[in-house]
Nanobody, 121 residues
Framework: VQLVESGGGSVQAGGSLRLACAAS????????MGWFRQAPEKEREGAAI???????TYADSVKGRFTISKDSATNTLYLQMNNLKPEDTAMYYC????????????????WGQGTQVTVSS
């Protein structure tokens, strides 16, 4: 299993970014997948999760601004981030697991290397 993120960068508040996570070694339709983020000196937290069936779960802090999706044809996970805020600044990680017990980082087995998102005010 391999996960490779891309799409991070620096934007001003109110801007948008689209993260992508290219998956290999499994098909995205058979795993739970998620985007987690970690700001400096803070714990890693879940931002958005998508189940095998496509059901989505979002952290309250990103609801209405972020959209998680997956494309089985390209085996890629996406995170569309709109109306970005400085508090969204973090390293964003893609994660996958066939059957996580809970939607917390410790329950996801496979991780990408991360992509940095920086939002300036």
């Amino acid at each position: 299993v391999q996960l490779v993120e891309s799409g991070g960068g620096s934007v001003q508040a109110g801007g948008s970014l689209r993260l992508a996570c290219a998956a290999s070694g499994f098909t995205v339709s058979t795993y739970y997948m998620g985007w987690f983020r970690q700001a400096p000196e803070k714990e890693r937290e879940g931002a958005a999760i998508i189940s095998r069936s496509g059901a989505t779960t979002y952290a309250d802090s990103v609801k209405g601004r972020f959209t998680i999706s997956k494309d089985s044809a390209t085996n890629t996970l996406y995170l569309q981030m709109n109306n970005l805020k400085p508090e969204d600044t973090a390293m964003y990680y893609c994660a996958a697991d066939p059957s996580p017990a809970f939607y917390s980082p410790n329950n996801f087995r496979f991780w990408g290397q991360g992509t940095q998102v920086t939002v300036s005010s």
